[in-house]
């Protein structure tokens, strides 16, 4: 499983993809003895032949890596009109925009959500910004896009472990405060021999011991909901970082 799970981060690796980038904003193919890669080279019009010559030189760019090919599959489980939202496109625009679904589902349903990086995150919303300047906006696409904004439940789970250990450090230290205000103010009581101060003192005394009562309970609370989330990392920790809503 862990080897199945390395094998689609690296196919979902932007540095190992062979096709991630647009051949719609950069061809990279010489047709004619011309460059038709970059924007110096724009003909006014394609002769007949020379287009089909242009179609065949980018059919490289019609090829769909076979291990993009399963989540592809498991997009149109979701949506079977992919293929008829896509066909109005050529060939080559048409591989891309399957290569796009494959990373962003791929990357969504697969990745641990431990492992969702702010890089990865990145990688999705390109991939969805590029379908959508092609003009194709896959409607159980986009509900899985914009579900995987939110926090992962393991970027939840974590978060509320580290907030509850920081209350429960700043309680602790406030019980630890109050403890030693209260002993120096039960002893002041002991050691006054005037009958108000004295009065005074074992009123400060027992208000303090209220209040140090109250935190006490307060830390307890802290280090309760500390042991609730911490329950739930083993739960969370081969959980994704998201499904189809």
């Not at 939202?85 to 969504?108: K, N, W």
């Not at 309970?217 to 989330?229: D, H, M, T, Y």
Request: with cysteine; glycine share 2%; proline share 7%.
């Amino acid at each position: 499983m862990e080897n199945q799970q390395e094998a689609v981060g690296a196919s979902l690796d932007p540095s190992r993809n062979l096709h991630v980038h647009s051949p719609v904003d950069k061809y990279v193919e010489l047709v004619g003895g011309q460059n038709y890669a970059t924007p110096n080279y724009i003909p006014d019009e394609f002769s007949m032949q020379e287009f089909s010559d242009w179609e065949e030189r980018m059919d490289w760019h019609c090829v769909v890596p076979d291990e993009m090919l399963p989540y592809i599959e498991l997009y149109r489980e979701q949506d079977p009109t992919l293929d008829l939202q896509t066909e109005r496109l050529m060939p080559f625009e048409r591989a891309y925009i399957l290569q796009l679904v494959a990373i962003i589902v791929g990357a969504i349903t697969r990745t641990p959500s431990r492992r969702v990086t702010p890089t990865l995150r990145n990688l999705v919303n390109l991939s969805w910004e590029s379908m959508c300047r092609l003009g194709v906006r896959p409607p159980a696409l986009e509900k899985l896009v914009a579900a995987s904004q939110k926090p992962t439940p393991w970027f939840e789970a974590s978060k509320g472990v580290e907030e509850a250990v920081r209350a429960w450090r700043v309680c602790s230290d406030d019980v630890r405060s109050m403890r030693q205000m209260l002993a120096l103010r039960m002893e002041a009581s002991k050691n006054s021999d005037d009958h108000d101060d004295q009065r005074s003192a074992l009123e400060d005394v027992e208000r303090l011991r209220k209040i140090v009562a109250a935190k006490e309970e307060e830390v307890q609370n802290w280090l309760r909901i500390f042991k609730e989330k911490k329950d739930l990392e083993p739960e969370l920790i081969n959980s994704f970082w998201c499904s189809f809503p």
